[in-house]
T-cell receptor, first 115, second 110 residues
Framework: GAGVSQTPSNKVTEKGKYVELRCDPI?????LYWYRQSLGQGPEFLIY????????DSGLPNDRFFAVRPEGSVSTLKIQRTERGDSAMYLC?????????????FGQGTRLTVV | DAKTTQPTSMDCAEGRAANLPCNHS???????VYWYRQIHSQGPQYIIH???NNETNEMASLIITEDRKSSTLILPHATLRDTAVYYC???????????FGTGTRLTIIP
């Protein structure tokens, strides 16, 4: 398919474990975004990549969260020492590049549950 | 924090026009109004955006007041598949962060 793909769709992990969430953006899109959404709330910005570099990581809640995009395409969101409060839907989006959030295409998300 | 205010929920009869209001009284001259929607269990979907002129595309129309302090998203002939949470976002063009509020939960009634 041509859309943004996120894997896995669901992830259950134990408190304290490490998890990786993967995002495959739309081919050719240089901008990539990660958001987090708790139940009943709107998505909350985490980090934005332009190409390989993290242009804005101001939304990452603490140093347990880290994201990479080494080749400017696929991105991985990494969470260390998971806590129950990290349970949420993690959404990835991509856009053609530097267009200020216009027409960001979102994936279906990864639902993370920390038990 | 989100800078827009929207009603928490609305109902609309199928086949009728759905009019979703949004207040953005603190909007500045270089800030656009974006609308996204999120159908249950899916990621948000871009609908439309505008600066000061009214805009229309295949999904919806956006009417922005002359003072730009409020806008209305219009779905001209609502269908059951339009049931979703609709987010109105005010943001500067070039700012890569979308700040979502809690949106309006629109329910289309058969």
């Amino acid at each position: 398919g041509a859309g943004v793909s996120q894997t896995p769709s669901n992830k259950v992990t134990e408190k304290g474990k490490y998890v990786e969430l993967r995002c495959d953006p739309i081919s050719g899109h240089t901008a990539l975004y990660w958001y987090r959404q708790s139940l009943g709330q709107g998505p909350e910005f985490l980090i934005y990549f332009q190409g390989t570099g993290a242009a804005d990581d101001s939304g990452l809640p603490n140093d347990r969260f880290f994201a990479v995009r080494p080749e400017g395409s696929v991105s991985t969101l990494k969470i260390q020492r998971t806590e129950r409060g990290d349970s949420a839907m993690y959404l990835c989006a991509s856009s053609p590049g530097g267009t200020g959030g216009v027409e960001a295409f979102f994936g279906q998300g990864t639902r993370l549950t920390v038990v | 924090d989100a800078k827009t205010t929207q009603p928490t929920s609305m109902d609309c009869a199928e086949g009728r026009a759905a009019n979703l209001p949004c207040n953005h009284s603190t909007i500045s001259g270089n800030e656009y109004v974006y609308w996204y929607r999120q159908i249950h269990s899916q990621g948000p979907q871009y609908i439309i955006h505008g600066l000061k002129n009214n805009e229309t595309n295949e999904m919806a129309s956006l009417i922005i007041t002359e003072d730009r302090k409020s806008s209305t998203l219009i779905l001209p002939h609502a269908t059951l598949r339009d049931t979703a949470v609709y987010y109105c976002i005010e943001d500067s063009f070039g700012n890569e962060k979308l700040t979502f509020g809690t949106g309006t939960r629109l329910t289309i009634i058969p």
